[in-house]
């Protein structure tokens, strides 16, 4: 690979239960300090399931600009938007210095619940007498909802409302494809670049599983049941594992072709060598059976232009439920045998869209330190999860390249191979 196309990551941004910057991001990381909580944001007495990875200290108003736009930002908007500036700042990139047209943006997102609030109103009128009444409706949604309230529900606005405030006029792009769009959307950025259509791109994902509307659409079968202590109820891999938690969280990346970063003298955080995804079928609810995943690793590092010997960690899906990892683990070790595996989500929950570049983050800054970042709760090995997972603390000594995973219930999976500087 030329260095003119060679793919460098320049600055992280991250908006997560565990902190709000990288810094702080990475300090509880390393401290094992767990962002799952009980959930404050709204009344949750009613849910069986009242806790998860919640963002408690974000004031969106320290972040959106114009101010005026919150009225048409969605929590998980707002995420993204957040991180793009944290990403920005830490790449050293003030406003006006670079060429827009060499600038875009692709993000990961997912759907987009409607707030309550916005059509309580609108229901209530409609159900005067006992009954809902559709003709209401037809006529009371026109006088109670702001006409711009789709805007706020639309996964495309993330990356339209960063573009318009970093002046990004290249490529714009969102991948919507549920657990894997973060990483995906990171290949298609570093696709542009490699293709010459763009010299930098802001990339990530952002999601919200923590939405009154999206907990109750989901349901809960899949999540955990651990109240009496909610911070050991992320423990994926582990035999006593019972499901996952639901989070909310953002992370952007500055990538840049290496040659643009030189120029301006950019501190280079670490190497994107590949993204690769495949797709195994799971029509009419089969179960999974990992082919995918397999082949999205072997893909990710043949591309790399690497072997299994030269990967330091793998930076798991681990999304704690008992099939899920089982399937995951299993396609681990088939391809990259006994190699040291973390897993964010035991630390900050499943953040949907936006798990998988807040997991990178995570990995990205451990290069940068040469540490792999511990599994919370790995207590009890499984048999059916034969994989090492690092626990007790962080490991040192591993060589500095990783390969992060993602993948879906439906069949989709994704594995970005990233190295240090």
């Not at 949604?141 to 606005?157: F, G, R, T, V, Y």
């Not at 991948?175 to 995906?184: A, M, R, W």
């Not at 929950?349 to 792999?372: C, D, K, Q, R, Y």
């Not at 709760?377 to 626990?391: F, I, M, Q, W």
Request: net charge negative; charged share 20%; aromatic share 4%.
């Amino acid at each position: 690979m030329s260095s003119r196309r060679e793919v460098v990551v320049t600055g992280v941004g991250v908006v997560s239960p565990i902190g709000i910057g990288g810094d702080d991001f990475w300090t509880s990381l390393l401290a094992g300090r767990s962002g799952i909580r009980p959930i404050t944001r709204f009344d949750s007495s009613s849910l069986p399931i009242a806790f998860g990875g919640e963002i408690a200290d974000f004031d969106p108003k320290l972040w959106v600009r114009p101010r005026k736009s919150l009225k048409v930002m969605s929590r998980e908007i707002q995420f993204g938007f957040a991180a793009a500036d944290l990403a920005m700042s830490d790449a050293g990139i003030a406003a006006g210095a670079l060429a827009p047209e060499r600038f875009g943006v692709v993000v990961g997102g997912d759907m987009i619940y409607a707030d309550l609030e916005d059509l309580e109103r609108t229901y209530r009128r409609a159900l005067a007498g006992g009954a809902f009444d559709f003709s209401v409706w037809s006529e009371a949604i026109h006088d109670d909802l702001h006409p711009l309230w789709l805007l706020k529900h639309l996964p495309n606005m993330t990356a339209s409302h960063i573009a318009i405030a970093h002046d990004a006029r290249g490529p714009n792009n969102t991948i919507v494809l549920g657990d894997v769009s973060g990483l995906l959307a990171i290949g298609e950025a570093a696709s542009v670049i490699r293709r010459g259509w763009a010299d930098v791109m802001l990339t990530g994902g952002t999601g919200c599983r923590l939405h009154p509307m999206a907990l109750v659409a989901r349901g809960d079968a899949l999540l955990s049941r651990r109240r009496d202590d909610c911070t050991r109820a992320s423990r994926p891999f582990d035999l006593e594992r019972d499901g996952l938690v639901n989070g909310e969280g953002a992370a952007m990346f500055v990538l840049e072709s290496r040659d643009h970063a030189h120029r301006r003298g950019a501190r280079i955080r670490s190497r994107l060598l590949s993204v690769a995804s495949r797709c195994e079928s799971a029509a009419g609810g089969g179960a999974l059976t990992g082919s995918a995943l397999r082949l999205a690793i072997r893909t990710a590092i043949d591309r790399a232009g690497i072997g299994p010997g030269d990967i330091g960690h793998v930076n798991a899906h681990g999304a704690s439920t008992r099939d899920m990892d089982r399937v995951e683990a299993t396609a681990i070790t088939a391809e990259l045998g006994d190699i040291p595996v973390t897993a964010p989500k035991s630390v900050f929950g499943h953040l949907g869209a936006g798990g998988g570049a807040v997991e990178l983050a995570a990995s990205i800054l451990g290069l940068e330190a040469g540490l792999v970042p511990a599994t919370l709760n790995y207590e009890s090995p499984d048999p059916d999860c034969p994989v090492a997972v690092v626990h007790g603390g962080p490991l040192a000594g591993r060589p500095g390249t990783v390969v992060a995973v993602n993948l879906c219930s439906t069949g989709q999976a994704a594995a970005a191979v990233v190295a240090a500087e």
